[in-house]
């Protein structure tokens, strides 16, 4: 690999949205003869490169523009100006947090798939084995080149140990438990994940790109990945929201804001020391000069009419126009979650008598379960083990496999789903209008402006929305309806670093009784809640 495996120069991404809003909307938006257009930069001017052996950690507000970049240097996205190059023969392995996993396809399928390009390299092997029999001296010693390169290679890349290679890693990652031979379309979204890392793993890039790599990993395997990344010899980019996990693993931040991408050498936390210094010398240079300018305004404002002393005013006119102007960044909204509590609750919210959870075979034994009124319980365990299925059985969601599910008197259920449809078309405004039918164009935006939402994010289609701006906007129905229980499945998956100190703050001070699914320890040991640990509930 060269010294610097991506090297990105001036790279800009233009969005333009051009939406079709329903006619209620586009009334009380007074857009009745006219399409709602918006544009803006995702990214501006930005210039990047990595090393070998760097470990980098991107950061930066929910939708300030990492995964658009992700998808830019990989290909998948095409910068409006700038340029993108790679290394020449550098392979890059994408772990990208959307990736669709084909139905039909088995766990093993998806694993030796990793080695799908040794078998091209192997066809191409055996075509130059095949013209050395035609060939003359000349070519054949070029050819004996090549086929001892790609020889080299195939067994680099462990080409003739693949059956052996996808067994230790899907032993490695819980795989082989699940059972290589299931489809993947019947995984939870912690076990495709694990899928994915597996067949990464497999493919041995020369650079690693993890977008949101442990969401819906469990404790175990981010630990696991923690000490694979730290043994990963080639270089890394990492786009995270898990602090401890990125202080654990990076040695570069390039944080993202305002459209531009600023490098710090060190992990997150001496990033947030610098970050803090460079915003304090900002803001101090900031309020000198604008002292300056007004003085020097003053001054020309009181002498440039006087002959004495309009030479000296000219002077400070000059001064000004050729000054450069400091300009503060605009500070991004932060999101105030708080959770509105209904009326009181019976004791018992739910009791179960020997249910049993599954599908087409039971994931628990039989279990007699009661959670009363002001518990707060998070359940954690392995991914798989059926944590959302017990969720949504308690709900009444699915049916259990055998034994029942008494829900209490007088609940009023707040419940935040793990995972929703990709495809809503909907923008975040008449996403909220139709929860809430009776709240006027103010009370929308004004709903969804407090969960850390710009107008550029209000008036857009949901589902152009990264992750944690589309789990912001969930939250702003589940905060808006009263409850006094409240079923959060992985909240803080994709959230950022604010969202999620103002999710743990409002937690705290909710009134009502919480259960919730997290994979995060600081998150819920800080929630002082019980623990339900739901690797004791399986069979």
Not at 29 to 42: D, P, S, V
Not at 94 to 119: N, W
Not at 148 to 172: C, N, P, W
Not at 375 to 401: C, E, F, Q
Request: glycine share 8%; hydrophobic share 35%.
């Amino acid at each position: 690999m060269n010294d610097n495996a991506i090297t990105v120069d001036h790279v800009s991404k233009l969005y333009k949205l051009y939406d079709k809003p329903s006619d209620r909307f586009k009334e009380a938006m007074g857009l009745t003869k006219k399409k709602l257009y918006r544009e803006h930069y995702a990214l501006r001017d930005v210039s990047f490169h990595v090393r070998r052996g760097e470990s980098i950690g991107i950061i930066g507000t929910n939708g300030s523009g990492k995964s658009t970049f992700m998808n830019i240097i990989t290909g998948r996205l095409q910068p409006d100006e700038g340029k993108v190059e790679w290394s020449k023969n550098v392979r890059a392995g994408y772990l990208d947090q959307h990736t669709a996993l084909e139905k039909g396809m088995t766990i093993r399928q998806v694993l030796t798939s990793a080695f799908d390009f040794l078998l091209d390299m192997e066809q191409e092997l055996n075509g130059i084995y095949e013209k050395m029999g035609e060939a003359d001296e000349d070519t054949m010693q070029q050819l004996m080149e090549d086929a001892g390169t790609l020889q080299e290679l195939l067994t680099a890349h462990d080409f003739y140990m693949i059956d052996s290679k996808v067994e230790e890693v899907g032993r490695a990652l819980g795989l082989s438990e699940i059972g290589l031979d299931k489809d993947v379309s019947e995984l939870s979204g912690g076990q495709r994940t694990k899928v994915l890392l597996g067949k990464l793993l497999l493919e041995k890039p020369d650079i690693l790109l993890l977008d949101e790599p442990t969401n819906y990993l469990d404790v175990s395997h981010i630990e696991w990945l923690k000490r694979y990344l730290n043994d990963y010899e080639n270089a890394f980019i990492l786009i995270s929201h898990d602090i401890p996990f990125l202080n654990s693993v990076v040695n570069l931040i390039y944080n993202m804001e305002n459209q531009k991408l600023d490098r710090y050498v060190g992990d997150y936390d001496h990033f947030k020391e610098v970050h803090a210094v460079q915003k304090a010398q900002i803001e101090a240079a900031y309020n000198r000069q604008q002292q300056e300018i007004a003085q020097l305004k003053d001054f020309v404002a009181r002498n440039k009419a006087r002959v004495a002393t309009r030479n000296m005013a000219m002077s400070r006119q000059k001064k000004l126009d050729r000054m450069d102007v400091i300009e503060l960044a605009a500070e991004k909204p932060k999101p105030e979650f708080r959770f509105l509590y209904g009326r009181a609750p019976g004791r018992f919210l739910f009791t179960t008598e020997q249910l049993e959870i599954g599908y087409d075979r039971p994931l628990t034994k039989p279990l007699d379960l009661v959670m009363e009124r002001g518990n707060r319980i998070v359940m954690v365990g392995a991914n798989g083990i059926g944590k959302t299925t017990l969720l949504k059985s308690l709900l009444g969601l699915i049916k259990p496999y055998s034994g029942t599910v008494n829900q209490g008197d007088y609940l009023e259920i707040g419940y935040f789903e793990q995972e929703t449809s990709g495809d809503n078309g909907r923008t975040c405004l008449e996403e909220i209008w139709q929860e809430f039918p009776s709240w006027n164009q103010y009370e929308v935006r004004s709903a969804l402006a407090k969960c850390g939402l710009t107008t550029k994010h209000i008036e857009s289609q949901v589902r152009v929305l990264s992750g944690g701006e589309q789990a912001k906007v969930r939250l702003c129905k589940l905060m808006n309806r009263q409850s006094n229980v409240l079923i959060l499945d992985e909240p803080t998956n994709h959230l950022d670093a604010d969202a999620k100190d103002s999710l743990l703050t409002a937690l705290k001070e909710y009134k009502g009784s919480i259960l919730m699914v997290c994979h995060e320890r600081e998150f819920y040991e800080a929630l002082g809640a019980q623990i339900w640990d739901c690797s004791s509930f399986c069979r």
